[in-house]
């Protein structure tokens, strides 16, 4: 039954997203700063998974790029598909150290699918993950891949299956 429940709560919040009227992206540079931009609108961006059997897809996806630093001590990437403060849901968050600081350099790296968070609504805790994240492509502005793996519950500590693919627009947190 609590399967059941998990899976329309998600189906109805995939398809909140999906409802929304999607806009167009304006055409600027790759600051990390978009905080005018609603993430319930396409942003040329797409998540596309699959969990449980259920194709879920988002038009919002952002690969947030920042370089070893003072906020980090390896190259970090964040895919993500909600601004920060948002109340949209699911949220979706992956986050990638590793030190190099040329993206292109990350193309074909397999990478474990360790801090993958997955939120499927606002009173509940956020799913971790197991698996592996491969980017496939970096051009000047977007970024895109595909991972494979299990989503744990908080709780229960039951798996259940994920996949999918995404493209991401680039932003550079520098």
């Known amino acids: ?9 998600l189906a109805l919040g995939m398809s909140a997203i999906e409802c929304e009227k999607p806009g167009s992206r304006p055409q600027d ?13 396409s942003n040329g ?3 596309r998974l699959t969990l449980e059997g ?3 897809h988002d038009k919002f996806f952002v690969a947030q790029f ?7 001590r ?4 964040q895919l993500y598909n909600y601004n920060l403060g948002s109340d949209k849901y699911p949220q979706f968050l992956i986050s990638i150290d ?5 993206l292109k350099r990350w193309i074909g790296v397999k990478f474990p699918l360790d801090f993958l968070a997955f939120t499927p609504s606002a009173d509940a805790l956020p799913y ?15 970024c895109e891949g595909r991972f494979s793996g299990a989503l744990i519950h908080p709780l229960s500590k039951k798996e259940y299956a994920i996949r999918g693919d995404f493209k991401a627009v680039l932003r550079l947190n520098i």
Not at 66 to 72: C, D, H, I, K, Q
């Open 74 to 77: 390896k190259d970090n990437l």
């Open 45 to 47: 961006g797409r998540l």
């Open 54 to 56: 259920r194709a879920m």
């Open 128 to 142: 971790q993950s197991t698996g592996q994240l491969e980017i496939i492509r970096v051009d000047g502005s977007m």
């Open 66 to 72: 920042t370089p070893r630093g003072a906020l980090f």
């Open 98 to 102: 590793y030190e190099a600081s040329d």
């Open 29 to 41: 540079d790759l600051n990390a700063s978009h905080a005018e931009n609603s993430d319930r609108e």
């Open 1 to 9: 039954m609590k399967k059941k429940v998990f899976f329309v709560l």
